[in-house]
């Protein structure tokens, strides 16, 4: 049954790898083939049958739980494709590695939606409203990163808002949150982060 996954999935351009569960299994069954064609003692033989069985099962199991997303997406008529957009010019400069891009293509692979393309720009409202809609005219999904701390050039919640053609509302939810984090610091709460917490009108804060 894996196996004929493992063959659909290839034949759709989705490389799956195998887990630890998958090596041990292959292992074992390497290991009972041996002691069955050298006839080695019986007990032993049994013992290896069993391990290689129980290993095959469990990895199994592991494979379809942990590629659930891709076979539901893959063969369940679900077809999209995302784009990553990441915000800061101290991306641009070569200042901080851009492992949030990393970190979200690696889940968006794990639910079957493929990333065709990954763009970086800088705090600059009309390069970052340009990169919006190039991003909108040629993938389903487009995430952003970056861009929505405290200070005035932290601009990607102002310009997705314009872009849908919204205002940003105070979301007190995540104001109450803010306070209690500069009370856990024990740090006086600015003016400024007031900011981090406005969203654009009717947007699902999660």
Known sequence: IITGFRLIAVENGVVIAASWWGKIKTVMQMAMIIVVMLGINDLIGMVLIALATIFTVISGVDYIVKNIGVLKNKYGGMDMNAEILAVGTELLLGDIVNTNAQYIAQGLAELGIDVYYQTVVGDN??????????AFDRADIIITTGGLGPTEDDL???????????KLVLDERALDRIKKFFDKMKRPMTDNNVKQAMVPENAVVM
Do not use: V
Not at 126 to 132: F, G, I, Q, V, Y
Not at 156 to 166: C, H, L, P, S
């Open 156 to 166: 990607t919640k102002e310009i997705g808002a314009q872009y849908f053609g919204r």
């Open 125 to 134: 409202p009309e390069r970052l409203k340009s990169a919006m809609h190039s």
